[in-house]
């Protein structure tokens, strides 16, 4: 597929997503929406990809929904349809790959609830997050009332999404939705050091089962899931050529060379 609203590249096993129209700001459209979910699964389904980086082309990550072009027109009541952000969001939260999102500028809107299912968020000091529905008189999407009261509490999250007022990247930081902040020229060299570090020494399969692991145990209103899931998963170690790789490596002391390939290792008893 050629896109015309991202770009998409593939190096030292990390693939980059850029959202790519800095002239608008990369304002998202439902165009963009569509390339972004095929890009996404696209670098699920190779082998060759380790890590996914999600960012923006020049000085902001994206400004929220382009309105400019009446988007909104295409809006439907039918229960098939689907709205953009989800679009983005379900693909990125279903992946089997680890995703760092690197974000400079301004995160509002859709540039805010779209980096809500990435394993690790890395915002620049000049970034501006903002859950801005309220002040526009919509509601919130791309399952953001989900997401980020697992991230910030449901306190923080009420504080953010009702009031639709704009957060800096220091206060992002102190409530836990980004994870560190840097220098805007800074940010995404810090996004590819950390994908380097797992892709050097991370199994892959490990990776996938405990990002699904994680938001889909947190769920239950008890551990017992987890607990039943937990018994299945280390039985299965015993014939695991990972986990062997993982304990003989860390005793030789040298870098693993994982083996297993998401594409066709993971599990096969994993409930989702």
């Known amino acids: 597929m050629g896109y015309e609203q991202i770009s998409y590249a593939v190096?030292?096993?990390i693939a980059t997503l850029t959202l790519n129209r800095p002239e608008a700001r990369n304002a998202y459209t439902g165009e963009m929406a569509d390339e972004i979910a095929d890009a996404v699964r696209r670098a699920d389904q190779d082998d060759d990809v380790r890590v996914l980086v999600l960012t923006g082309a020049g000085n902001d990550f994206c400004v929220g929904a382009d309105l400019s072009g009446g988007s909104l027109a295409a809006?439907?009541?039918?229960?098939?349809?689907?709205?953009?952000a989800t679009r983005a969001v379900r693909p990125l939260f279903e992946s089997n790959k680890p995703v760092i999102a690197a974000v400079r500028g301004a995160a509002v809107g859709v540039g805010s609830t779209m980096i809500l299912p990435a394993d690790f968020r890395l915002a620049a000091t000049d970034s501006r997050f903002g859950f801005v529905f309220s002040r526009r008189?919509?509601?919130?999407e791309g399952g953001s009332t989900w997401f980020l009261p697992r991230?910030?509490?449901?306190?923080?999250?009420m504080d953010w999404m009702v009031s639709g007022r704009l957060i800096s990247a220091d206060e992002a930081l102190a409530a836990g939705l980004v994870s560190a902040v840097y220098a805007p020229e800074d940010v995404l060299d810090k996004a590819y050091e950390l994908a380097r570090e797992i892709v050097e020494k991370v199994a892959p399969i490990s990776a996938a089962v405990i990002r699904q692991a994680l938001f889909r145990m947190s769920g239950f209103d008890s551990p017992q899931p987890a607990f039943a899931l937990d018994s299945k998963l280390?039985?299965?170690v015993i014939d695991n050529?990972?986990?062997v790789e993982g304990v003989i490596?860390?005793?030789q002391r040298r870098p693993p060379e994982f083996t297993g390939l998401v594409s066709k290792d993971l599990p096969d008893f994993l409930p989702w």
């Open 75 to 84: 809006v439907s009541a039918d229960d098939t349809w689907v709205e953009p």
């Open 151 to 157: 991230i910030v509490g449901l306190g923080r999250a």
């Open 11 to 13: 190096a030292d096993r």
């Open 249 to 251: 490596s860390f005793l």
């Open 234 to 236: 280390i039985a299965s």
């Open 241 to 243: 050529p990972d986990t």
């Open 137 to 140: 008189g919509i509601y919130p």
